[in-house]
């Protein structure tokens, strides 16, 4: 996941959301910060980009491949723009390509290195976010103002004893629950 991230939601949402008023402007900063790292990290986990953009030239070996098919790294497939095959240009007119998963289907076995430029993600927008995703992003955001400085640590005393823990899992568990039905299959 290397192009730059394009926020999942807007400012103007998640102050919606945290219930802070559009005209504080005390917290802007910080919460798009955190709404561009969120939605970064939500992109890692899903192994998919949220809103659509371009992949140039992602590259395939398919040297020994034995197969007609090939799934792109990302999808929904909104443009498959090029494909060139060891640098010859494949007619993508000649392809069927099921958008949806990402699969480019052609009447011959792939071979050598292919290249392919498209454009793919799950919303053509910040706009067209499905709304359980902004929501995700939106509770960890919540998550991280409410645990700021003491984020992960859990403390347990008995009498003299005390001992503190560091959480493990770094998605909190109700945010992992609403991006888990976007996670990237491969086939």
């Given amino acids: 996941m290397s192009l730059p991230t394009t926020s999942a939601t807007t400012l103007a949402n998640c102050k919606k959301y945290l219930n802070i008023a559009a005209n504080d402007t005390s917290k802007d900063e910080l919460l798009e910060l955190l709404i561009d790292a969120t939605t970064n990290a939500a992109e890692t986990y899903l192994g998919r980009y949220i809103v659509a953009r371009q992949i140039s030239q992602e590259p395939y070996d398919c040297t020994n491949s034995k197969s007609k098919y090939?799934?792109?790294?990302?999808?929904?497939?909104?443009?498959?723009?090029?494909?060139?095959?060891?640098?010859?240009?494949?007619?993508?007119?000649?392809?069927?390509?099921?958008?949806?998963?990402?699969?480019?289907?052609?009447?011959?076995?792939?071979?050598?290195?292919?290249?392919?430029?498209?454009?793919?993600?799950?919303?053509?927008?910040?706009?067209?976010?499905?709304?359980?995703?902004?929501?995700?992003?939106?509770?960890?955001?919540?998550?991280?103002?409410?645990?700021?400085?003491?984020?992960?640590?859990?403390?347990?005393?008995?009498?003299?004893?005390?001992?503190?823990?560091?959480?493990?899992?770094?998605?909190?568990?109700?945010?992992?629950n609403l991006l888990e039905g976007y996670k990237r299959i491969d086939l």
């Fill in 70 to 176: 090939l799934q792109l790294k990302q999808y929904p497939v909104t443009t498959l723009t090029a494909v060139l095959e060891d640098g010859e240009t494949v007619n993508t007119a000649a392809l069927t390509v099921d958008n949806s998963n990402g699969i480019i289907k052609r009447k011959i076995f792939w071979k050598g290195a292919v290249l392919v430029t498209y454009t793919a993600g799950i919303a053509s927008s910040t706009a067209n976010v499905p709304k359980n995703l902004q929501l995700a992003i939106w509770q960890w955001v919540s998550f991280l103002l409410n645990t700021q400085g003491a984020q992960g640590i859990d403390s347990e005393t008995l009498g003299d004893y005390s001992v503190n823990y560091l959480e493990q899992n770094p998605i909190p568990p109700v945010v992992a």
